[in-house]
C-alpha cells in the first residue's frame, strides 16, 4: 500500500501493483483491467484506451508473465457484466471467488493461463465506483480463504484509491500544461500585438466606458501631442471642441448601442501645444468574458496633410470657377459687342435681303452668346441645361422675326439633358438655322402653324434632336443638302462636326432628325 499510494505514473503503479500482489502472495498471475471510460484518448496519462463503449468494457493494462505481456498486446478485453469473473465483480461491486475453475461455469478457459486452478476477482471501488478489478489467480485448487479476500480487497481498494489519484494528478499535470501553453501563446500573442502597435503610422487607443483613455501606442501620442503618462487617464472630451465632442458621443453611442463598429469618422483633435490636427478614427465596442460592453478600441489616422491638400484643392476650384465665370461673361460680351457692331453698320443699309443677312448673323451670335449667359449663371460651369437654353433661343428668335405666338406656337421637349460647350454650340447653331428656317419659309401669308424642337439622350450617351414644324414643308424635288442658303449648308457642316447623322421627313411639314454620340 505504502508502495502504490507514492507512484502518481499510472502506467509504472499499474504494473508494479500487480507484480508485487503476484511476489508477496507466490500467485501464478495477476492482472489489473479498468472500465472504459468516455472521453479517454490514445495515450493519455499511460492508461490503454480503446475506442470501445465507455462503462462497457473491461480493458486490460498490465499482467505478470509472459501471459499479461501477450494478452495486453492483444487488447484483451471482457463486457462488463457478463458471466467472466471479471465482468460479474465489476458489474456487482463484490469480490467472485473460483476455488476450482474446473468446475466454475462463469469463467472462460484461457489458454495462455493452463496452470490456474483457482482464481479471485477483486472490483476495485474509488469513491463509491467501480473502476476495474484484479483478477488473482492461483496454480493450486482452493487456494483462497475468507480472510484472504478481506486482505485482498483492502489491497484492491487501496490500489483503485491509487489509479484515481494517478489519473486526477495525471489530469492535472495535463491541465497545467496546457495553462502554461495558452499562457506563453498568450504572452507571445501579446508580444507580437504591442511590437505591431509599436511600428505602424496609425494611432492606436482604448478607452474605457466613460471615454478615458486606459491605453495607446507611440504613434497616437504623436498624432495628439501628448506624452503617454499624461494621455493615459485624459478623457478624449479634454482634446476635443465642443461640435467634434458632439460628433465623437455621437459615435461612441452608437457603436455601443448596436456593436457595430464604425469606421471613418472625421474628427478635429487640439494638441497639447493648442495646434490642430484632423483625424480619421474607427471605434469598436471591447466586451468581457461575460458579453458586457467595457469600453471601445480603434484605430486613428492623421488626415491634416490630406486635409490641407483637399482645402488647397478646393481653394483652388473656387479660383478656377470664378475665373472660368469671368471668361464666359467677358466672351459673352464680347459677342455682344460684335452684334452691336452689325447693328450699327447696317443702319444705313436699305436693301431688306442685306438687312435680312446682318439680322441672322446677329441671330447666330446671340445663339452662341446666350450659351455663355446661360454657363455664367448656371452653378455646373461645364454643362448648360438645353431645355432652359432651348427655350430662350426659341423666344429670341420668335421676337426677332416678329412673330406672332397666338399664330404660331412653339413646343420645347428636352427635360434632363445636360450638354457641355463643346457640344451644346453646335447644336444651339443648328436649332437657331433649323428655326429661323421654319419661320421664315413654312408659315406664308399668315399661316398658323406650330415649331418643336425635341433632344434625347439615353444612358449610352446617344443624342437626338429633332426640330420640326407643320407647315408647308420643302419643295417636291429639292434637295435639302444644296438649296444654296448658307443656313442649311451651316447646319450641315455643324453635324459632321458632331459625327452625326441627319434625316428629312417630308410627310407632314419638316422635320429635321439629328443623331450623334456626345460621349465622342
Not at 265 to 272: H, L, P, T
Not at 302 to 317: F, H, N, P, V, Y
Request: with cysteine; charged share 25%; glycine share 8%.
Amino acid at each position: 500500500a505504502e508502495k502504490i499510494t507514492l507512484d502518481f505514473e499510472l502506467p509504472a503503479l499499474i504494473r508494479e501493483g500487480v507484480e508485487l500482489i503476484r511476489k508477496r502472495f507466490d500467485l501464478y498471475y495477476v492482472g489489473l483491467f479498468l472500465v472504459s471510460r468516455r472521453g479517454a484518448k490514445k495515450g493519455y496519462d499511460g492508461e490503454i484506451v480503446s475506442s470501445l463503449e465507455p462503462g462497457k468494457w473491461a480493458v486490460l493494462q498490465a499482467g505478470t508473465g509472459e501471459p499479461g505481456r501477450r494478452m495486453v498486446e492483444q487488447g484483451h478485453k471482457l463486457k462488463v457484466g457478463d458471466t467472466s469473473m471479471v465482468g460479474w465483480s465489476i458489474a456487482n461491486k463484490k469480490a467472485r471467488i473460483a476455488l476450482d475453475v474446473g468446475d466454475e461455469a462463469v469463467r472462460f478457459d484461457n489458454p495462455l493461463l493452463p496452470e490456474t486452478h483457482s482464481e479471485l476477482a477483486l472490483p476495485l471501488i474509488s469513491r463509491g465506483r467501480a473502476i476495474g478489478a484484479l483478477t488473482i489467480q492461483s496454480d493450486r485448487a482452493a487456494a483462497f480463504t475468507g480472510g484472504d479476500i478481506v486482505v485482498m480487497q483492502t489491497m484492491a481498494d487501496q490500489l483503485a484509491n491509487a489509479i484515481t489519484n494517478s489519473r486526477l494528478y495525471a489530469e492535472a499535470q495535463r491541465e497545467i500544461a496546457e495553462r502554461k501553453r495558452a499562457e506563453q501563446a498568450l504572452r507571445e500573442s501579446e508580444e507580437k500585438y504591442r511590437t505591431i502597435l509599436a511600428h505602424i503610422e496609425e494611432g492606436y487607443y482604448e478607452v474605457d466606458v466613460a471615454g478615458n483613455f486606459c491605453f495607446c501606442n507611440d504613434s497616437l501620442c504623436r498624432i495628439f501631442g501628448y506624452p503617454e503618462n499624461e494621455l493615459l487617464g485624459m478623457n478624449y472630451r479634454q482634446i476635443m471642441d465642443k461640435d467634434t465632442v458632439d460628433m465623437a458621443y455621437q459615435t461612441f453611442n452608437g457603436v455601443f448601442q448596436t456593436g457595430k463598429p464604425a469606421t471613418g469618422s472625421g474628427w478635429e483633435v487640439i494638441r497639447k501645444d493648442k495646434s490642430v490636427r484632423f483625424s480619421e478614427t474607427s471605434v469598436s465596442l471591447m466586451c468581457d468574458s461575460g458579453d458586457e460592453p467595457v469600453g471601445f478600441r480603434g484605430i486613428v489616422r492623421d488626415t491634416t496633410d490630406r486635409g490641407q491638400a483637399e482645402q488647397q484643392i478646393k481653394a483652388s476650384l473656387r479660383e478656377k470657377e470664378v475665373l472660368l465665370r469671368e471668361i464666359h461673361h467677358r466672351v459673352k460680351n464680347n459677342l455682344q459687342i460684335i452684334s452691336s457692331l452689325l447693328s450699327l453698320q447696317f443702319e444705313g443699309v436699305q436693301d431688306q435681303q442685306t438687312l435680312r443677312m446682318f439680322q441672322e448673323s446677329q441671330d447666330r451670335i446671340r445663339s452662341m452668346a446666350l450659351i455663355h449667359e446661360k454657363l455664367y449663371q448656371s452653378r455646373d460651369l461645364a454643362r448648360i441645361d438645353f431645355a432652359d437654353y432651348v427655350r430662350s433661343l426659341v423666344g429670341h428668335l420668335f421676337r426677332s422675326y416678329g412673330v406672332n405666338p397666338d399664330s404660331i406656337s412653339s413646343a420645347v421637349s428636352a427635360a434632363g439633358v445636360y450638354l457641355g460647350i463643346d457640344i451644346a454650340v453646335p447644336c444651339g447653331l443648328i436649332v437657331n438655322e433649323l428655326v429661323s428656317n421654319s419661320l421664315k419659309h413654312a408659315f406664308p401669308c399668315g399661316r398658323d402653324g406650330k415649331v418643336w424642337i425635341t433632344v434625347r439622350s439615353s444612358n449610352t450617351g446617344q443624342v437626338t434632336l429633332i426640330v420640326g414644324d407643320d407647315g408647308e414643308g420643302f419643295p417636291e424635288g429639292m434637295d435639302c443638302r444644296d438649296t444654296g442658303t448658307l443656313g442649311l449648308q451651316l447646319v450641315f457642316r455643324l453635324v459632321r462636326q458632331l459625327r452625326g447623322t441627319i434625316e428629312l421627313d417630308r410627310t407632314r411639314g419638316s422635320i429635321f432628325r439629328i443623331s450623334f454620340d456626345a460621349a465622342d
